[in-house]
């Protein structure tokens, strides 16, 4: 389907044929949903020798009572489980609660009221505060700087990462700049993985940015590959060692999408000085975390090579559901320009750009032949798409064949509207 060199004829009579396949599918009273990023029963299941696990034994390697308060920074055990996920020494890697994102709010509340190196590092002091937003991105993330009130910058995302020749010219000229949201591996939503260049760039930032700069890595994929080879990412705490700059970056990630995305373990790593600024809080938050549920991780990824081996667990369910989304665009929309997109090698998404001005109408679309999409927009800041042309799909919950049939209907609607939007 080539729209630019049709005929208007041809097109009618395209918008003709789809419009009678769009009514077909309407008729099938679909109930489809492709909004939900997150783990499948069968992928939680995978977990549930956890349960039961400590078999009355609550106590670590170090005698610790796990049942008692305390311990700010987490069982040792768990916190080298952590640092094997974040590629971070094992003494920077904090483990907190059930959730990463409650650690960036934490750490960003943090760096905004309190300061992470003293209280005159504090954001708060300044008249603006501004945050770089790679995009499309996680509209959580850009939900904490809202929350914050916090003025969210816009940077264009590549396949390399985020396009660091823009970063680095409005983070060296505008101090206001305190700090950018990463998704380093596997990038929700675009699927990608930030090359060594870029991430070598980004821990120089803190070379010209202003001092109480904070990058949020939020490496939440780190482990979830879906290849047998997978790119591998390299170590954003070497890079800052390197350059100097240990204390520009703090690196987050959880288990949500390794055991249970409800009660996982949640890791922060950062140079000690970052780490010890952001406890000097975090003591008044919490007498300690849930270190019984850290212990059960613990024991259920004791056994070398178990972590990976689980991950491969998870791959195998998710990639047929990957392979479906893939295949569909592939032959919808792998010879025109009706659509972009990265065909991601791991983590939660593929991300879908429309021909511009398209995405809510191809949502709507979708949503009233009973297919839900994620809202257009919600991948940018303030949910505002100046495009409108970028959807996320995530395709981890529904069966293979869910999976298969939303994508029929999902081929259906990019082609109606675009051929629409040609005859318009
Ligand atoms: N970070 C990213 C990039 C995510 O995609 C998600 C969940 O979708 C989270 C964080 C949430 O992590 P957690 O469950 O540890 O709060």
Not at 103 to 121: C, E, K, P, R
Not at 236 to 243: G, Q, T, V
Request: hydrophobic fraction near 45%.
């Amino acid at each position: 389907m080539e729209l630019n060199s049709a005929s208007k004829e041809q097109l009618a009579q395209w918008e003709q044929d789809l419009a009678a396949e769009y009514q077909a599918i309407k008729a099938k009273q679909l109930n489809l949903d492709l909004t939900r990023g997150k783990p499948s029963s069968e992928q939680l299941s995978l977990s549930d020798a956890m349960d039961g696990i400590l078999n009355g034994d609550y106590k670590t390697a170090d005698g610790t009572d796990t049942r008692n308060y305390g311990g700010l920074d987490g069982i040792a055990e768990i916190q080298a489980i952590g640092a094997e996920i974040l590629t971070a020494p094992v003494e920077n890697v904090l483990a907190g609660g059930n959730s990463s994102l409650t650690l960036m709010h934490q750490a960003m509340s943090v760096a905004y009221f309190f300061g992470l190196n003293g209280a005159d590092s504090a954001w708060s002091k300044e008249s603006t505060v501004k945050f770089l937003c790679p995009v499309p991105g996680y509209d959580r993330h850009f939900a904490v700087c809202e929350h914050l009130g916090i003025e969210m910058v816009t940077v264009p995302m590549t396949a390399n990462g985020p396009d660091m020749d823009v970063v680095e010219k409005l983070v060296a000229e505008d101090h206001a700049i305190k700090g950018m949201w990463c998704v380093p591996k596997y990038s929700n939503p675009t699927g990608v993985v930030y090359s060594d260049e870029t991430v070598q760039r980004i821990a120089a930032l803190g070379k010209v940015a202003a001092a109480n700069f904070r990058v949020f890595w939020d490496n939440a994929y780190g482990v979830h590959d879906l290849s047998a080879e997978p790119v591998a990412l390299a170590s954003i705490f070497d890079a800052c060692k390197a350059a100097g700059t240990e204390d520009s970056v703090l690196q987050f990630a959880s288990t949500s999408k390794i055991t249970f995305a409800g009660a996982g373990v949640a890791f922060m790593a950062a140079s000690s000085a970052n780490l010890a600024g952001f406890k000097k809080s975090l003591g008044f938050m919490t007498i300690g975390p849930d270190k019984i549920n850290q212990l059960r991780h613990a024991k259920f990824f004791a056994a070398p090579g178990s972590l990976k081996a689980h991950m491969e667990k998870h791959a195998a369910i998710i990639k047929p559901r990957f392979a479906s989304v893939l295949s569909h665009l592939e032959e919808a929309f792998g010879n025109n320009d009706l659509g972009q997109w990265e065909s991601a090698d791991g983590g939660y998404f593929i991300s879908f750009d429309t021909r511009p001005g398209l995405a809510k109408e191809v949502v709507k679309l979708a949503g009233e032949a009973g297919v839900k999409l994620t809202p257009a927009g919600a991948t940018f800041p303030y949910g505002n798409d100046p495009q409108d042309a970028n959807i996320r799909i995530a395709p981890t919950v529904p069966t293979v064949a869910q999976v298969d049939e939303a994508m029929k209907v999902f081929v259906t609607c990019v082609k109606l509207a675009s051929v629409r939007q040609a005859l318009a």
